[in-house]
């Protein structure tokens, strides 16, 4: 017999856990076999997964949808990121960005194997209702969290649209349009869904969610103990200046949130990130390099410096480079981890929020491509 289930809890297929699907068919080897073709063989018809029983195919159409989101545009830069632009089915935008990045590996013998590393950053809500002063999408307000299934379809529409074998390697960062602990049981079931073996696998300890601090949500993230990389946008070392880039730091201020990253359960082998948007003559200089390396005592993290990309009607500037590294060289000198996050896909607007704000203001008409 091959049936489903009327208790089914979304009309979107990617919604589902592989447990989940399991349960709601029977017999329930079957959701493997769907498994496979939603994220190996990138299907979008049940009509073309060919190793099903016909009724089952008509019964699974007439239950589930595949298709949720549309690219209607997409934008290319020069370092090979591409920048999305999906639309739902309820006429919202949001964007998310492939972003290419060079990979050196060191072999046993010394010898350098080169080669890519793809990250995927996703959004998880359309909108957000964090407001940081810098950002163009907080400025838009919120409209609505993301799907589970809106969100592991971002995964798997640029996988396909890029041609990338269901097997290759990849790192995911939630660190699109909104704020992903705001959208908590939505996000962490697409972590367990991407993570799945008989599909994506891209181990938890490949995504890092990226939050602005809600403190009692990191801990609430913590508890789930998922395995999930953390990344802290910290951007100031005073409550003053950081209250003024993110208002909510006024609930939860640096202490409140350094404190419970200092419980959250870190892997052994990872760090917790620490984004630092340097802001010419606002943050960049070696005294907040000093209370940053005082703030960050004891915690098992790294920092990556970001050069604030300026956009239209912004009122900060990009940071001079030499300021830059003057930072970097410190906090290195003083043991700390520290990066310089090479400013991805400068030439599509890869800000989060950017694109979207542009098609907008250009009242650019839609086309699928
Ligand atoms: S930076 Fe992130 S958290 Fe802040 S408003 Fe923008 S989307 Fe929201």
Request: aromatic letters at 8%; proline letters at 2%.
């Amino acid at each position: 017999m091959n049936s489903i289930s009327q208790s089914f809890k979304s009309k979107n297929i990617y919604s589902y856990t592989l447990d989940e699907l399991m349960g709601l068919l029977e017999p329930s080897f079957r959701a493997k076999q769907i498994y496979h073709w939603l994220y190996h063989q990138y299907e979008t018809d049940f009509g073309n997964m060919k190793n099903l029983p016909k009724n089952l195919r008509e019964a699974l159409a007439n239950t589930f949808e595949i298709t949720h989101l549309e690219i209607i545009k997409c934008q290319q830069s020069q370092d090979g990121s591409k920048k999305y632009l999906f639309k739902t089915r309820d006429q919202h935008t949001f964007e998310a960005v492939l972003l290419k990045m060079r990979d050196k590996k060191i072999r046993q013998d010394g010898s350098i194997q080169e080669g890519e590393k793809w990250t995927i950053c996703l959004s998880s809500q359309i909108g957000c209702r964090v407001g940081c002063l810098f950002c163009y999408t907080g400025k838009g307000g919120f409209i609505r969290h993301l799907e589970s299934g809106e969100i592991v379809e971002q995964v798997v529409q640029i996988k396909r649209d890029n041609y990338i074998s269901p097997h290759k390697r990849m790192n995911i960062v939630y660190m699109g349009m909104g704020e992903p602990l705001d959208n908590l049981d939505n996000v962490s079931m697409a972590i367990r869904i991407l993570s799945e073996l008989e599909g994506l696998s891209i181990s938890t300890r490949r995504q890092t969610i990226s939050t602005s601090g809600i403190a009692p949500k990191i801990e609430e993230l913590g508890r789930m103990n998922l395995g999930v990389q953390l990344a802290i946008s910290l951007h100031a070392v005073d409550d003053e200046l950081r209250s003024k880039l993110i208002p909510m730091n006024r609930a939860y201020n640096i202490e409140k949130v350094l404190s419970q990253v200092r419980a959250f359960p870190v892997d052994s082998r990872k760090r917790v990130m620490f984004e630092y948007l340097m802001i010419k003559g606002v943050n960049d200089d070696l005294k907040s390099a000093k209370k940053l390396l005082q703030l960050l005592d004891g915690i098992k993290s790294k920092v990556n410096l970001i050069l604030f990309n300026p956009h239209e009607g912004s009122e900060f500037e990009r940071p001079n480079l030499d300021d830059v590294r003057k930072f970097a060289d410190f906090l290195i000198h003083k043991g700390l981890l520290c990066t310089i996050r090479e400013s991805k896909g400068l030439d599509i607007s890869a800000a989060c929020g950017q694109l979207r704000e542009k098609i907008s203001k250009e009242n650019v008409s839609y086309e699928t491509f």
